[in-house]
Nanobody
Framework: QVLLVESGGGLVQPGGSLRISCKAP???????????MAWYRQAPGKQRELVAA???????NYADSVKGRFTISRDNGKKAVYLQMNSLRPEDTGVYYC???????WGQGTQVTVSS
């Protein structure tokens, strides 16, 4: 298992922006670069869903609901993956989880609430 630590969640008004981060503090640099990373979210009463993914080769895909609003990126030197979220909507509310696909590791999640 890979230790993944998310941060940056919070309360934001509709239309606002937020950037959340995921770091792998115990992973060596070369190993992190080979990871395929993703962000998932889970809203209350709903199943966890894929939001965005970025492979080790930096291939990216997004859920249709966030295309054009969210941007996933990675900084291998910092062993980090980011999710920049713009034009946030109330339906973006949920717990956002970082995921490493090879080891099926999950972070503890960070709460994002979009509300006026």
């Amino acid at each position: 298992q890979v230790l993944l630590v998310e941060s940056g969640g919070g309360l934001v008004q509709p239309g606002g922006s937020l950037r959340i981060s995921c770091k792998a503090p115990r992973t060596i640099l070369s190993t992190f670069g080979a990871f395929d990373m993703a962000w998932y979210r889970q809203a209350p009463g709903k199943q966890r869903e894929l939001v965005a993914a970025i492979s080790s080769a930096r291939s990216i895909n997004y859920a249709d609901s966030v295309k054009g609003r969210f941007t996933i990126s990675r900084d291998n030197g910092k062993k980090a993956v980011y999710l920049q979220m713009n034009s946030l909507r109330p339906e973006d509310t949920g717990v956002y989880y970082c995921h490493e696909e090879r080891s099926a590791s999950w972070g503890q999640g960070t709460q994002v609430t979009v509300s006026s």
